[in-house]
């Protein structure tokens, strides 16, 4: 009878104190849920992954597309204005004319590397009319000059001049480019105004080397 007196409220309190110990641990894992979907939550609120299309690069460009459309239209009209013995050499030279004229919308822009970009573009822009003007002497040199003294060297020597400083220029603006704060399909977009301009660098010194190699009747003379 003593041990019954001893043992049974021991075992009584024993069984009150496991449904409380059972109630912690719930307590403590509805809290590490709760820790968890806040972690989530703030995952969540992370900045975007550089590369993904925000809305403001989609803007960019749809406002250089834009561009690139208004300055191809003005020049085909121009075009019809020019004289047809020098027509060719802007009918070629304005593919890059509307490239590098693209390229500068991105002066408006807030970003620091999309204003670098447009400030080697208008570099490159000043150079354009410089290889227009040489070869327009390409086109215009007489007949009876060709044919004694061969191609016009001094020209061919500042457009290949030219032309070297335009890919420097363009290799500057490609590593920017893939540096810029922009999704794939912009950056893509803006590749492709430099492959123009490189086809044109390329056009422009074949030309020039093919009018030095030009020597005419006595051009060996001093060639």
Avoid at 120 to 128: D, G, K, L, M, P
Avoid at 199 to 217: I, N, V
Wanted: hydrophobic share 40%; with cysteine.
């Amino acid at each position: 009878l003593v041990f019954l007196l001893v043992v049974t409220p021991a075992l009584a309190a024993n069984e009150k104190g496991n449904p409380e110990a059972g109630q912690t641990g719930a307590g403590t894992a509805i809290s590490n849920q709760t820790q968890a979907a806040g972690t989530v939550s703030a995952q969540q609120g992370t900045p975007r992954v550089a590369g993904v299309q925000q809305p403001g690069t989609l803007m960019i460009r749809t406002e250089l597309t834009a561009r690139e459309q208004e300055r191809q239209q003005v020049l085909d009209q121009e075009l019809q204005s020019v004289r047809p013995d020098v027509r060719n050499v802007y009918r070629n030279q304005n593919t890059v004319r509307v490239a590098v004229y693209t390229i500068l919308g991105l002066e408006n822009s807030t970003d620091d590397i999309s204003r670098n970009i447009s400030a080697v573009a208008r570099e490159f822009n000043t150079s354009v009319q410089a290889t227009i003007v040489a070869e327009e002497r390409f086109e215009t040199r007489s007949g009876f000059v060709r044919f004694f003294a061969g191609g016009d060297d001094e020209a061919a020597a500042e457009i290949l001049q030219l032309t070297a400083g335009n890919r420097i220029r363009i290799q500057e603006m490609n590593r920017l480019i893939e540096e810029c704060d922009c999704d794939s399909e912009t950056r893509a977009f803006l590749q492709e105004q430099l492959q123009v301009m490189t086809e044109e660098q390329t056009r422009l010194e074949t030309r020039a080397q093919a009018e030095q190699a030009d020597r005419g009747l006595f051009g060996w003379l001093w060639k």
